[in-house]
């Protein structure tokens, strides 16, 4: 069966806005794209969950409606509905596939007993036209954009593809804390860092700034001043990437810090021409800065010991790529783990889980609060590798199991 070609399209009902969220990235994950969410008025399923006060309330309406689409029911018990499709909570992909696909084979067999209208021309001229004009608006888009020409496209920093590290260059380019090894489970504890007390920590109080009063603002900070453009998601700093890269991975809370401040820039600055190379997107920017001022840390602000979950799919195309950050991603997408667990599942050291953690909350991606969405969704079991790495034999130690 094509599930993305022709995915079924269902509504969620009894849900709240996480739980939405998070079965709309199960449905198209782990579920191969066998459906995908929709408002309620294009819907050709309705799922419920039948364990929240509001999707009772639903369920219950909307059985009394005389005309209805195929049913799927998620609940801890089995509900009382002849006609629905029941999916055990927590929910498994193969059974939410399995019921999907059911509910799929419903709606085919009422469509293909409905009537058909032959005499509907004006249907017919009405889709003609609708076609024709898209046809138009696309060609339309086309000529605007061969027709493109501005220093845009000049700006390289900021549209450049993302560069990707391996593990080989990985610390020499990230730095290491002296004394600390963050990869050693007996450090796990303090292998943090405070976002605060780093150049990202001002950065990200600029942004905010920034982004509030949407105005172009200035990040003083007795070093190259920093140009912040939130209408175009911009900034521009005047200096090399390895210049950056050293700054970034200082301490400037208790040197610098009393220094830092945010202006607003005159109508003379704002018109003076810069260097086009200069420029970079606001979220690459404080993606990479972050990663150099956690060398390898995950921040203070969460807690490695309860699990963490990716709010949204990050953009890699225009992202520095650390070690398995894709593999990282992906595995996140699917529900809330353990920055520990997540390096046992991958079989990679925790320090790139670590930095990888550190530039996502640094965009706000990256969220620790255990909520019912969390329970909806059961991971997928992963089947562990029998060469179990140093790392895995050194945990399961520390946990008072045999490797």
Not at 325 to 341: D, F, K, S
Not at 360 to 368: D, E, H, N, P, T
Request: hydrophobic share 40%; aromatic share 6%; net charge positive.
């Amino acid at each position: 069966m094509d599930n993305n070609s022709n995915p079924l399209k269902v509504a969620l009902h009894g849900l709240d806005e996480r739980s939405c969220k998070m079965m709309s990235m199960f449905l198209q994950g782990p579920c191969r794209g066998v459906a995908v969410v929709v408002n309620e008025s294009s819907a050709e399923c309705e799922i419920f969950d039948a364990d929240s006060i509001s999707g009772k309330e639903l369920l219950s309406n909307y059985l009394q409606k005389e005309i209805q689409k195929p049913i799927v029911i998620l609940s801890l018990n089995t509900p009382q509905v002849a006609s629905a499709f029941h999916v055990k909570k927590p929910v498994k992909t193969e059974e939410m596939i399995a019921a999907l696909q059911k509910a799929k084979k419903s709606l085919a067999a009422v469509v293909a007993h409905a009537p058909v209208n032959s005499s509907d021309n004006t249907t017919n001229a009405v889709i003609s036209d609708v076609q024709d004009s898209s046809k138009q608006v696309v060609e339309d888009k086309l000529t605007i954009k061969l027709h493109v020409k501005t220093d845009e496209q000049k700006k390289t920093s900021k549209h450049q593809a993302a560069m990707q590290l391996d593990e080989k260059g990985f610390v020499g380019f990230i730095g290491n804390v002296p004394g600390l090894d963050v990869n050693d489970p007996r450090q796990f504890s303090k292998a943090h860092y405070n976002p605060k007390e780093y150049f990202q920590g001002y950065v990200d109080s600029a942004f905010k700034v920034s982004r509030a009063k949407g105005h172009i603002r200035q990040l003083n900070s007795g070093w190259n001043p920093l140009i912040i453009f939130p209408q175009s998601d911009e900034i521009w700093l005047d200096v090399d990437e390895s210049q950056l890269r050293a700054f970034s991975g200082l301490t400037i809370s208790n040197t610098l810090g009393a220094k830092m401040s945010i202006t607003p820039l005159s109508v003379e600055s704002v018109a003076m021409e810069r260097s086009l190379e200069r420029y970079q997107s606001m979220d690459a920017f404080l993606w990479k800065v972050s990663c150099w001022a956690s060398k390898g840390r995950y921040p203070g602000s969460i807690d490695i010991n309860q699990p963490v979950f990716l709010k949204q799919w990050p953009n890699f195309t225009r992202l520095l790529l650390t070690p398995h950050a894709m593999r990282i991603a992906a595995l996140l997408i699917q529900g809330p783990r353990t920055l520990l667990n997540v390096s046992q599942v991958l079989n990679v050291k925790p320090q790139y889980v670590f930095v990888f953690i550190s530039s996502a909350s640094a965009l706000g991606l990256v969220g620790q609060t255990r909520r019912g969405a969390d329970l909806l969704v059961e991971p997928d079991e992963i089947k562990t590798n029998k060469n179990q790495s140093l790392l895995s034999r050194i945990l399961s130690v520390l946990r008072g199991k045999k490797a």
